[in-house]
């Protein structure tokens, strides 16, 4: 039985990246008076758990005189993220390329066709898209960039994974030298996150020309002046509220065109820095790694958080923000909350209870 539990702790830690529930596995199994020292010797394989048969007791004794039996073995901590580093390297390469491959090829098109079946319009106006649904997942090429972006996220999810892993690792044993560098991983993240927010706009064509110049126009005469804070309770349809709790925000259909555009007006405005200082791929991106929010209608996104996988010093949503955003979504949104890149929903009563660790982690990717 002390066999089985070392082997089913090794295995949450090795295979589901969850070192809390491989330590609790020990705690629980002893009552809940196991020492967190002792949780992680016996984890990591420097102590075994032995069972006194006769008194139904847990006995834990030194690693030394089980080497040869069927204890699991061992772990080489700098070894694992070793490996998984060199492992995340190469697909994470992949992956990349197959990203751009998607972005280079949507670039050169201005629509997707798909031929439906007349059967499948049918049961599509009846109330049953399963057979358009259907018809979409066959499609080869499509299947091809659903399928990149599917295994790409679950890749970062595990990345990230390790990453974390490896902070808690080197946390709980301060000997070990198990850093996990995932920098290259955050950059494909933010190729995806662009993918979701479909910077790849460019000038529509046939009927759509004449609403996106109508939209161009319209944020160009309300830019025409100069940029200067509006009243985010007046509800734009996209902005970027300061941390200091002013909001710039513009009407339109077109919400990365706006927020680009807002940015652009506030590097004229000198907020950005010119383009010689800027430092910084975009003034987008000036603003987010300063902590401003991206809001679009109930959306708010925040990447201030994110700024130490650039080895940059995290920056955290400000009060005045939150208080912002939570008059905001009360008033304008029926109370309810989009966060992240993910839009996952929450009531603001919620989101206002958040403390910053909870509040980020819906901000990752």
């Known amino acids: 039985m002390g066999i089985t539990l070392m082997q089913i702790s090794q295995e949450h830690l090795l295979y589901d990246l969850n070192i809390e529930k491989a330590l609790a596995m020990f705690n629980e199994s002893f009552g809940g008076e196991c020492p967190l020292d002792l949780q992680l010797a016996l984890l990591r394989g420097d102590k075994v758990v032995t069972v006194d048969v006769d008194d139904q007791m847990f006995n834990v004794v030194d690693r030394e005189d089980y080497h040869d039996s069927l204890y699991p073995a061992r772990i080489n901590f700098e070894e694992f993220f070793r490996d998984h580093q060199k492992q995340m390297d190469d697909h994470c ?137 509006v009243d985010i309770m007046d509800n734009y349809s996209a902005g970027w509220l300061s941390p200091e709790g002013y909001y710039y925000g513009l009407n339109g259909e077109i919400a990365n065109m706006m927020h680009t555009n807002i940015a652009d007006a506030l590097q004229e405005a000198g907020i950005i820095p010119d383009e010689d200082s800027l430092g910084f791929d975009s003034p987008d991106a000036w603003l987010e790694q300063q902590g401003w929010c991206r809001i679009h209608g109930n959306n708010v996104q925040f990447a201030g958080n994110l700024n130490e996988k650039l080895d940059k010093e995290n920056v955290h949503m400000t009060e005045d923000q939150r208080d912002a955003i939570t008059k905001y979504i009360s008033d304008c949104h029926q109370c309810i909350i989009k966060l992240g890149w993910k839009r996952t929903p929450f009531s603001v009563g919620m989101f206002r209870a958040m403390d910053k660790i909870a509040l980020h982690k819906h901000f990752e990717f």
């Open 93 to 229: 390469e992949d992956f990349t390329e197959g990203v751009n491959f998607i972005m280079s090829e949507l670039r050169n098109i201005s629509s997707y066709q798909i031929n439906f079946s007349v059967d499948s319009v049918i049961q599509y106006i009846s109330g049953n898209d399963e057979d358009m649904m259907e018809e979409l997942r066959e499609d080869a090429e499509l299947n091809q960039y659903t399928a990149i972006v599917k295994f790409a996220k679950l890749f970062i999810e595990r990345s990230i994974k390790l990453e974390q892993l490896s902070k808690t690792i080197q946390s709980y044993y301060p000997d070990l030298k198990s850093e996990f560098d995932g920098y290259e991983v955050w950059m494909l993240a933010t190729k995806l996150q662009n993918l979701a927010r479909t910077k790849l706009w460019k000038v529509p064509t046939d009927d759509s020309v004449t609403k996106y110049i109508e939209a161009v126009q319209e944020m160009d005469k309300a830019l025409e002046g100069g940029i200067e804070p």
